[in-house]
């Protein structure tokens, strides 16, 4: 083995550890089950590594692992003949309704919201509004038109809305305020 | 309608509705916090070891390759 492919590796094993927790991240938002989430994560890695002939070093490595991750799962669903988890009880249990106090909207009714989504609006905000992605690069991830990714994140965005009750300026909240609402009840 | 932005989506590129500014910034922040969450845990040590190894395996099938 040259010096130069043995800086090629360490180079290779440095970059993906760098994009370890933001596609964890997205594979925990994404299936909700933890485990499932960390055993995707693992075959994501050990797919990854031996394929690693085919990433360009210095090139985006977070979309591609969140390709591989992504293609995974699907395969993984298709297979299971789309089971549904419902490890937290988010799909039975209903979420609450908003509190009048502050808007006060915990994390998880927010992750209820989420997962009450369609995959591939839930897959697309997560993408563009979590992982941090370009619209073109969640785009070429889930290999549609980027008009199609803007479009699910447009409805995932209203449907989370529509869920969470946030259509009322008042149930905004003390942070309203540096969103630029102005709050027109005298509720608070 | 100018320049690109693939931040931005111009309500007249969409013929869908729009949500409000506010409850844009209101769910990309909790989503934000959804994914902070996640890494304030950091790598768990299962994928550091699997790096670990994987590293280890391929050193070792490079030394044999190369006698």
Redesign the interface.
């Known amino acids: 083995?040259t010096v130069h492919?043995e800086t090629g590796?360490r180079e290779f094993?440095r970059e993906?550890?760098a994009a370890?927790?933001?596609l964890?991240?997205?594979a925990?938002?994404l299936i909700r089950s933890r485990d499932k989430a960390?055993d995707l994560?693992?075959e994501t890695?050990?797919k990854a590594?031996a394929n690693q002939g085919s990433y360009r070093p210095g090139t985006n490595m977070r979309a591609w692992l969140t390709t591989i991750l992504r293609n995974e799962f699907y395969s993984q669903v298709r297979k299971a003949g789309r089971e549904v988890e419902d490890v937290d009880g988010v799909y039975t249990s209903r979420l609450s309704v908003p509190s009048e106090q502050n808007g006060a909207?915990d994390?998880q009714d927010?992750?209820k919201a989420?997962a009450l989504l369609p995959d591939d609006q839930r897959e697309a905000?997560?993408l563009v509004?979590?992982?941090g992605f370009?619209?073109?690069e969640a785009a070429q991830i889930c290999g549609c038109p980027v008009g199609t990714i803007?479009?699910r994140v447009?409805?995932a965005?209203?449907r989370?809305?529509e869920l969470l009750g946030?259509?009322s300026?008042t149930e905004?909240g003390p942070?309203?305020r540096e969103?630029?609402?102005t709050v027109s009840t005298g509720t608070r | 309608m100018s320049i690109f932005n693939p931040d931005s989506e111009s309500p007249e590129a969409l013929a869908e509705p729009q949500i409000n500014d506010a409850s844009r910034l209101f769910i990309s922040r909790k989503l934000k916090e959804l994914y902070d969450t996640v890494h304030e845990e950091g790598i768990p040590d299962r994928f550091l070891d699997l790096l670990e190894k994987l590293d280890e395996v391929e050193r070792k099938s490079g030394a044999a390759d190369s006698k």
């Open positions: 083995m492919e590796e094993k993906m550890l370890l927790p933001n964890r991240a997205f925990i938002s960390d994560v693992q890695i050990m590594w909207l994390m927010f992750k989420l905000i997560l509004g979590a992982s370009a619209y073109e803007k479009s447009n409805r965005r209203l989370l809305q946030i259509t300026e905004f942070d309203a969103t630029g609402i």
